[in-house]
T-cell receptor, first 114, second 112 residues
Framework: NAGVTQTPKFRILKIGQSMTLQCAQDMNHNYMYWYRQDPGMGLKLIYYSVGAGITDKGEVPNGYNVSRSTTEDFPLRLELAAPSQTSVYFC?????????????FGEGSRLTVL | DAKTTQPPSMDCAEGRAANLPCNHS???????VYWYRQIHSQGPQYIIHGLKNNETNEMASLIITEDRKSSTLILPHATLRDTAVYYCIVRVVGWNTDKLIFGTGTRLQVFP
């Protein structure tokens, strides 16, 4: 199993551009999450999904959109990128509430908006 | 959502026990306490979790007070590789809701 795979690992965007961060997991996990981590700070939850077709906002959803059309994939869309979105983005997945709830994280995607 | 409070940093001598405290005074009865750690800029790594009882695994022990308002993560014999940021988290579960809200964490420095 590859676990949680994020692409790209690094990206530089210009203000106003759009892009999609990809996240895929091959563990048949129901739950998936997107977090962002600003330098020297903890992780903030952006969006999460408890199953295909179901998504919900986290702590900091503004400026982002998500979709969950399959169990495996949970892309994060940035519309009109702003310097405040410069951050490291982590995708995570878990079995769900019937198991331990342990989150499995990807390696992160480092985004810089100039 | 329950919040957690942790000291920003701690030091520990190699080979000694590291005791990391966490306050979660607004925790609800069905909310679990989780501990994760993050080494450098890697994705956070699961350590342990618990609800009411104390828990132990190969990495650490978790002590939860009887009123569940606070907990302590214990690394029994800290090594240099345990230097990391440790996050105490309350898992929020509800109808179609299941999320971990991270706090700011404790930066543990293990020194020789």
């Amino acid at each position: 199993n590859a676990g949680v795979t994020q692409t790209p690992k690094f990206r530089i965007l210009k203000i106003g551009q759009s892009m999609t961060l990809q996240c895929a997991q091959d563990m048949n996990h129901n739950y998936m999450y997107w977090y962002r981590q600003d330098p020297g700070m903890g992780l903030k939850l952006i969006y999460y999904s408890v199953g295909a077709g179901i998504t919900d906002k986290g702590e900091v959803p503004n400026g982002y959109n998500v979709s969950r059309s399959t169990t495996e994939d949970f892309p994060l869309r940035l519309e009109l990128a702003a310097p405040s979105q410069t951050s490291v983005y982590f995708c995570a997945s878990s079995h769900g509430r019937t198991n331990t709830g342990e989150l499995f994280f990807g390696e992160g995607s480092r985004l810089t908006v100039l | 959502d329950a919040k957690t409070t942790q000291p920003p940093s701690m030091d520990c001598a190699e080979g000694r026990a590291a005791n990391l405290p966490c306050n979660h005074s607004t925790i609800s009865g069905n909310e679990y306490v989780y501990w994760y750690r993050q080494i450098h800029s890697q994705g956070p790594q699961y350590i342990i979790h618990g609800l009411k009882n104390n828990e132990t695994n190969e990495m650490a022990s978790l002590i939860i007070t009887e009123d569940r308002k606070s907990s302590t993560l214990i690394l029994p014999h800290a090594t240099l590789r345990d230097t990391a940021v440790y996050y105490c988290i309350v898992r929020v579960v509800g109808w179609n809701t299941d999320k971990l809200i991270f706090g700011t964490g404790t930066r543990l420095q293990v020194f020789p």
